[in-house]
């Protein structure tokens, strides 16, 4: 959903996405900020997903609930 939407965006500025970023803010206000590189400049929601969920993966279990998500994607014209 959110992917779709950051896609829809990206598409409609002539643009592709590079990298994707993802910063958590626990309960506490700990904050941790993870990003990647995609393979190749794309438009394609799934490709944004898996590049969303690369920095994340190691960290999928949480030690304390979420107060905050931030997903911000660089792009690159095409």
């Known amino acids: 959903m959110l992917a779709e939407e950051l896609c829809r ?3 409609a500025a002539g643009r592709r ?3 994707v970023a993802v910063k958590v803010r626990n309960a506490s ?3 941790q900020t ?3 590189t995609l393979r190749t400049p794309t ?3 799934a ?3 898996r590049g969303h969920g690369r920095p994340w ?3 999928a279990q ?3 609930p979420k107060a905050a998500v931030d997903v911000t994607v660089r792009t690159t014209f095409q």
């Open 9 to 11: 965006e990206v598409i």
């Open 17 to 19: 996405v590079i990298r």
């Open 29 to 31: 206000f700990f904050t």
């Open 34 to 36: 993870r990003g990647s």
């Open 43 to 45: 438009t394609d929601p």
């Open 47 to 49: 490709e944004v997903r």
């Open 57 to 59: 993966r190691a960290r």
């Open 62 to 64: 949480a030690r304390q």
